[in-house]
């Protein structure tokens, strides 16, 4: 009996129905299509991977199917890893071509992609692999890249007519298989505090930034309380592919277009968009920073692992205000602004002195909009593993003042400091004994000491990196990394 024949469309980053290459090509191909994700095992086990970022997902599918439903089009969602899937799948139907688009991921996802690719050839499946966001594969250097980027994001988005596409009517036994067992509730039951995932609440987030919120984009970026409001808030929509750059990048051009006054402010934000590419394109180019240094000779460098210390850090309690502001606020809610992002990396790596790697893990299961290619490059830019850039350490002292100079931000998010007026919170060890008993607030037991003094810990740090600057191979590297890694325009100082 004569299998039935198919094609499939993998979803995987690319959480939406518009701008879409893999949908539009599978439109065109004209045979009946299984429109497929898989939740794989593996992956939500991997130490990056945290409950919210797969919230996240299953909200985003649940909106997908929202759109497909009115198209009798059906998504099967598999709790299984994909080489399996695809296994199954093949055993019952003749897959002609899977449709999907590149991914720039974890090393978890290259080994399962090469795995695909494996079983595809074997039994004789094309498999196209679309460009996404203006990330190329297989480059050797960047000259060119900016100008490639800024013409795939002038180029026409991939319209998808959904009438067109036909769906392939599997059997109930084998949809059931494929599917595996339930996802843990975990995974389904939404969480207040979170931004909730889907193509129309990205639009909406969208709407409000371009119509409201745009105007003082620039002025509160580095904000960590007016940030939350005044920022874009759209980067787990693209993290998960919700929205396209591109679609974003031709609605900022467009709203620019009309409101002059919104020029300035969307013209910077569309700057961090191609930063955003620029860090993935390096990822995607040198994915062994998930792993170790981008310079390799900064290895030399020997850091003392302090179990209590990282800890403290982790769960915010350092004893510095502000950074345990910051991790509280990113652990409840998964946002945190760039700045203040680049602040908690900086206090790990150089005042606390702590290996970069068990903080980017960390770090990586409390960002909801975790993305890999922006995720590492960053972390290892902000600790100094790259060593082609400024050597950065935030005085978390000094973006206290700076960037919460009331302290409301800091008095949300560490209760303890919530009566320490705002001339002594962003210091409260210089608190007297009488003003802690009247305040509320005594140090090392309603709130911690500092850990390290940071002015010692920062000034050992800048002396240890600038006698590793003169190192040879260090400079051998940075040559290397500049020459085949760095974008030829200037960057911003951050990113959204």
């Known amino acids: 009996m004569a299998r039935p024949v198919c094609n499939v469309v993998w979803f995987k980053r690319d959480l939406r129905g518009r701008d879409h290459a893999p949908l ?14 898989t939740f794989e095992p593996s992956y939500l086990a991997c130490p990056e991977s945290d409950p919210r970022h797969w919230r996240f997902v299953w909200q985003s599918l649940a909106d997908l199917r929202q759109t ?30 899977v449709f999907s688009y590149q991914e720039t991921n974890l090393a978890l996802t290259f080994a399962r992609d090469r795995a695909v690719a494996h079983l595809l050839r074997q039994r004789g499946v094309a498999w196209r692999e679309f460009q996404q966001n203006g990330v190329l594969r297989g480059l050797r250097h ?26 392939l ?49 620039s002025r509160h970026l580095s904000k960590p309380e007016a940030s939350r409001r005044s920022c874009s808030r759209l980067s787990p929509y693209l993290a998960f592919g919700n929205l396209s750059v591109r679609q974003v990048v031709q609605a900022a051009r467009q709203i620019a277009d009309a409101q002059p006054q919104l020029a300035r402010p ?58 345990d502001a910051c991790m509280r606020c990113v652990v409840a809610t998964g946002y945190l602004n760039f700045r203040m992002r680049a602040m ?14 068990p903080g980017a893990v960390h770090l990586a299961r409390q960002f909801l909009d975790f993305e890999p290619g922006i995720h590492y490059p ?33 008095k949300q998010w560490v209760p303890e400091l919530a009566q320490v007026p705002a001339s002594l919170i962003h210091e409260p060890w210089r608190l007297s004994a009488l003003e802690q008993s009247f305040y509320h607030c005594r140090l090392g037991i309603d709130y911690p000491r500092p850990l390290t003094d940071y002015v010692q810990a920062a000034a050992r740090a800048r002396q240890i990196q600038k006698q590793l600057d003169q190192d040879p191979e260090v400079q051998a590297e940075n040559l290397r990394i500049v020459r085949r890694l760095s974008n030829p325009l200037p960057a911003p100082e951050v990113a959204e």
């Open 24 to 37: 539009r090509a599978a439109a065109e191909a004209g045979l009946p299509v299984v429109l497929l994700f």
């Open 142 to 167: 960047r000259q060119g890249w900016p100008q490639a980027w800024a013409h795939y994001m002038a180029a026409p988005p991939d319209h998808v007519d959904l009438a067109r596409l036909r769906p």
């Open 378 to 410: 960053q972390f290892q830019m902000q600790t100094y593993a790259v060593g082609a850039h400024f050597l950065r350490i935030y005085d978390p002292v000094k973006q206290s003042h700076d960037h919460d100079p009331a302290g409301h931000f800091i």
């Open 266 to 323: 969307l013209a910077n934000f569309e700057a961090r968009l191609l930063w955003h590419c620029h860090y993935i394109q390096k990822f995607e180019m040198d994915c062994r920073m998930e792993h170790r240094p981008i310079n390799r000779a900064h290895a030399k460098v020997e850091k003392e692992w302090k179990e209590d210390w990282f800890q403290a850090w982790a769960t915010g309690l350092t004893g510095y205000p502000l950074v």
């Open 169 to 217: 009517a599997l059997p109930p036994e084998l949809t059931a298989r494929l599917a595996g067992p339930p996802l843990p509730a975990v995974y389904t039951t939404a969480l207040p505090g979170f931004q909730p995932g889907g193509e129309r609440y990205a639009w909406r987030y969208w709407h409000s930034f371009s119509q409201e919120r745009a105007a003082h984009y």
């Open 68 to 97: 497909l439903a009115p198209f009798g089009l059906p998504l099967l969602a598999c709790h299984a890893e994909a080489p399996a899937v695809f296994d199954q799948l093949l055993a019952e139907v003749e897959v002609k071509t």
């Open 344 to 357: 908690l990396v900086s206090f790990l790596s150089h005042v606390l002195w702590q290996p970069w790697q």
